[in-house]
């Protein structure tokens, strides 16, 4: 079975950082990513990388947020500096297996407030 766990969450003050993990079970994923959903709104993107590094990141993190992946240990990371009470949201690693299927992980807790 597949499956994407993800670790890094947590309460951090405006202007901090953290760092996301998500660990696919297997490889094969074309892309993976990071979507957030603020609470009462919808999940947005926030970042993607393909399985030969090229990115994506929505227009509101750029700058902040850096993703990157290791494709050796099947990982992808999302390292977010200067964070803000508006990025507040449970974040979801996402991946589009080969094929074409979509795998979202149980989602992480990131709560930026003073």
């Known amino acids: 079975q597949v499956q994407l766990v993800e670790s890094g969450g947590g309460l951090v003050q405006p202007g901090g950082s953290l760092r996301l993990s998500c660990a696919a079970s297997?490889?094969?994923?074309?892309?993976l990513g990071w979507y957030r959903q603020p609470p009462g709104k919808g999940r947005e993107l926030v970042a993607t990388?393909?399985?030969?590094?090229?990115?994506r990141y929505a227009d509101s993190v750029k700058g902040r947020v850096t993703i990157s992946r290791d494709n050796a240990k099947n990982t992808v990371y999302l390292q977010m500096n200067n964070l803000k009470p508006e990025d507040t949201a449970v974040y979801y690693c996402?991946?589009?297996?080969?094929?074409?299927?979509?795998?979202w992980g149980q989602g992480t807790q990131v709560t930026v407030s003073s």
């Open positions: 996402h991946g589009v297996f080969s094929g074409g299927r979509v795998y």
């Open positions: 297997r490889s094969g994923f074309s892309v």
């Open positions: 990388i393909s399985s030969l590094s090229g990115t």
